[in-house]
């Protein structure tokens, strides 16, 4: 009795099967990642209502819609795929129909079907599924830090370099880039839909222990805390591959945008990076000065305010501190011109020497230097950069040889001779036999004689 109805039971599933299947899937929602396909049955008018649920036979089409991916699974194993919009056509699945393919071949693999569900008591003794995936981004994906995570500051202009703890919270989305790694490790054979909740939690909590790394190169990249919200795209790209080894490479998932609402530093690591930038403004020294003349001001108008010492005492306090040590306005002004004179900022003043003798622009706080014979003018050292002649001794040298500064010679005591002009043509070089009796115009080329032609004094 049991091998008959064992008969029976085998050609009544397999004739059942023959028929075609259509199988399809409804919109998938924001939080409906995986869902399972289903097969279309017209109640009450239509024959293909006894076939097995879970057998796809040779010629079923399948519907796949815009942002979803199919997969068909056999006995377990992944043996099709498709991700193109449009109806596929299943036409290579181990179940044979008769309205499909070949009618002498289909025959005989049905046959050969039916005897093989004998040999399990009428069961089909196999499963075929398909699976939907949901493909567009999923958003709406919350997160907040729930304790601070740090964060490097680095301020080049003030040589600040600190580590602060930083709070955010904001929205992420993702979505599924790799079905057939989705399928294999998370969601697996699934006999209904598979939701975004199930997974959630653990995306949330691995997302916020990448963004301490992630907060790290950001920094390194020069980017202020408070600027973060601006910077989101290059955020979601570190992310990414802060987290491809368990995202990408292990689930098939990728962040595709990560949005920041705010984010804020403790009142404490706000405050101290405020006081460093304000105190390192004092390292320019006209910046000191300036604020040291305000306090100066400040504590003028107490003093003379101080109605209980009286104004004088007031003064005199004032005074007893600023004699007590420390720097003054007056010399950091100094230091600031001396530092500006060194680097060019301030401008050159104009040394003249004589009445149309040439203008040379010396630095402001740095000495003219010494003329050469040859026309080199600001020579510093002891030889001239263009000539390399010595330079000339100062004062006025006797006729014994001494050189002497003061009206005496200090060797034969004889008395300092009167300054004589000398004249060279600036021309042509030519010099007068009589310095004290000049010509008016040079008797070898013509030029005549001015204050420009008074090369030294002797």
């Known amino acids: 009795m049991g091998l008959i109805r064992a008969i029976k039971e085998a050609v009544g599933t397999v004739a059942a099967d023959q028929w075609r299947e259509y199988f399809y899937c409804d919109a998938l929602d924001n939080s409906v990642l995986v869902a399972k396909g289903r097969?279309?049955?017209?109640?009450?008018?239509?024959?293909?209502?006894?076939?097995?649920?879970?057998?796809?036979?040779?010629?079923?089409?399948?519907?796949?819609?815009?942002?979803?991916?199919?997969i068909i699974v056999e006995q377990g194993k992944v043996v099709e795929f498709c991700a193109?919009?449009?109806?596929?056509?299943?036409?290579?699945?181990?179940?044979?129909s008769l309205f499909y393919g070949d009618f002498g071949e289909s025959v005989g693999k049905t046959f050969a079907t039916i005897g093989r569900r004998f040999t399990f008591g009428g069961d089909t003794a196999k499963d075929q599924r398909?699976?939907?995936?949901?493909?567009?981004?999923?958003?709406?994906?919350k997160y907040g830090t729930a304790s601070p995570v740090p964060f490097r500051v680095v301020d080049a202009n003030i040589g600040l370099d600190v580590d602060i703890a930083l709070r955010c919270n904001g929205e992420y989305s993702y979505k599924i880039t790799d079905p057939l790694l989705f399928y294999a490790n998370v969601c697996g054979n699934v006999?209904?839909?598979?939701?975004?909740?199930?997974?959630?939690?653990?995306?949330?909590?691995?997302?916020?222990?990448?963004?301490q790394p992630a907060f790290a190169r950001i920094s390194e990249m020069g980017i202020r805390y408070s600027s973060i919200p601006k910077h989101t795209m290059e955020l979601a790209q570190i992310l990414n591959e802060e987290l491809s080894a368990k995202w990408s490479q292990l689930r098939g998932i990728s962040i595709v945008s990560f949005g920041v609402n705010s984010v804020k530093a403790s009142a404490e690591d706000e405050e101290m990076i405020k006081q460093l930038q304000r105190t390192a403004v004092y390292r320019n020294t006209d910046m000191a000065a300036?604020?040291?003349?305000?306090?100066?001001?400040?504590?003028m108008r107490a003093a003379a305010s101080n109605q209980s010492a009286g104004p004088m005492m007031g003064f005199a306090a004032m005074n007893m501190a600023n004699m007590a040590g420390g720097m003054n306005a007056?010399?950091?002004?100094?230091?600031?011109?001396?530092?500006?004179?060194q680097s060019?900022?301030?401008g050159n003043a104009r040394q003249v020497t004589g009445e149309g003798a040439a203008v040379q622009n010396v630095p402001a706080g740095k000495e003219a230097g010494w003329n050469c014979a040859c026309g080199a003018v600001g020579n510093k050292g002891k030889f001239c950069v263009e000539c390399g002649a010595?330079?000339?001794?100062?004062?006025?040298?006797?006729?014994?040889?001494?050189?002497?500064?003061?009206?005496?010679?200090?060797?034969?005591?004889k008395k300092k001779p009167e300054s004589v002009p000398l004249y060279r043509c600036d021309k042509c070089g030519w010099e007068p036999e009589d310095p004290k009796n000049p010509p008016k115009f040079c008797p070898e080329c013509g030029d005549p004689f001015n204050g420009g032609d008074i090369v030294t004094e002797s």
């Open 84 to 96: 193109e919009a449009g109806e596929f056509v299943y036409d290579t699945s181990s179940e044979p």
């Open 390 to 413: 010595s330079k000339p001794a100062e004062g006025w040298t006797c006729s014994c040889g001494a050189v002497n500064k003061g009206k005496f010679c200090s060797e034969c005591g």
């Open 130 to 141: 398909i699976y939907f995936f949901n493909t567009k981004e999923i958003m709406g994906n």
């Open 330 to 341: 007056n010399t950091l002004f100094q230091m600031g011109q001396q530092g500006n004179g």
């Open 39 to 70: 097969k279309r049955i017209n109640s009450g008018r239509g024959s293909n209502t006894k076939g097995a649920d879970n057998i796809i036979t040779n010629g079923s089409a399948v519907a796949v819609n815009e942002g979803q991916c199919m």
């Open 344 to 346: 060019g900022i301030q």
């Open 191 to 211: 006999t209904g839909d598979y939701t975004r909740d199930k997974i959630d939690g653990q995306l949330k909590t691995e997302l916020l222990t990448a963004l």
């Open 290 to 299: 300036a604020a040291l003349v305000d306090a100066q001001a400040d504590s």
